[in-house]
């Protein structure tokens, strides 16, 4: 399974809906504080791009000592339909600190210093440590991820179903009528989580490990080729 300093990596340079809190800010307005980019440095710091006269900006840049405390909140999203959409949510806190002249004009760069960490996800909750953190790699898949399951979603419904025959008991057989509906839920190089979705909005997750972990969506492909076969046995 991936660690949880990769996946709380994986979240920040994703496509996933992030906030910055800055103490004494007000949090109702959530607009102004909706960084337009972000990155992680070779350090594990994470860079975050505001529009020069964002609150945020001014905060960082009219405080004494470079002691402007914030936490970058992470909150991810299901890209398909699917009961329960939210599959996690990570927060970064630390000190944050203008950086000039690496932004473009009428922008700003913002550094938030690695304080610690903590990701709350489909895998568990865990603290992240800030070594692990600036070490770790993204998932290579997390660039794609959106795309395939709905893909899979919305073209390979039956093999999705499919699946559940690779669960013994816990799901009907491949063969009855009321065998419950399969959403692709998450993607990632070690598998595939698929939530079954049963009678009366009950709903539960089974995950389906590959042989050994992908590198790209060329071996993914054969990876889920290979599990579909499985499937159809």
């Not at 350090?43 to 791009?49: H, K, N, P, S, T």
């Not at 909750?125 to 660039?143: C, G, K």
Request: hydrophobic content about 45%; glycine content about 6%; aromatic content about 6%.
């Amino acid at each position: 399974m991936p660690s949880a300093a990769e996946r709380t990596r994986t979240l920040v340079q994703s496509t996933c809906s992030v906030l910055l809190v800055v103490p004494g800010l007000d949090p109702a307005r959530a607009e102004p504080l909706l960084p337009d980019s972000r990155h992680v440095g070779p350090e594990g710091d994470v860079f975050l791009e505001f529009p020069a006269n964002s609150p945020a900006v001014r905060a960082a840049t009219h405080a004494q000592d470079d002691e402007v405390t914030a936490v970058l909140e992470i909150t991810d999203v299901a890209p398909v339909s699917v009961p329960h959409r939210v599959r996690g949510r990570a927060w970064i806190s630390g000190w944050l600190t203008c950086v000039p002249g690496i932004a473009g004009p009428g922008r700003m760069a913002l550094r938030l210093e690695f304080g610690e960490a903590y990701v709350d996800d489909l895998w568990g909750a865990e603290d992240v440590e800030a070594e692990d953190f600036r070490d770790a790699v993204p998932d290579p898949l997390a660039a794609h991820e959106a795309e395939l399951l709905q893909h899979l979603a919305s073209s390979h419904d039956e093999r999705m179903r499919a699946l559940g025959g690779l669960l013994g008991e816990r799901a009907a057989p491949a063969h009855r009528p009321d065998r419950p509906n399969a959403v692709p839920l998450a993607l990632d190089r070690f598998g595939l989580r698929v939530r079954f979705i049963e009678g009366r909005g009950s709903c539960f997750d089974a995950r389906f490990d590959f042989p050994e972990p992908v590198r790209d969506v060329t071996e993914l492909r054969r990876a889920l080729h290979t599990l579909f076969e499985a499937a159809a046995l």
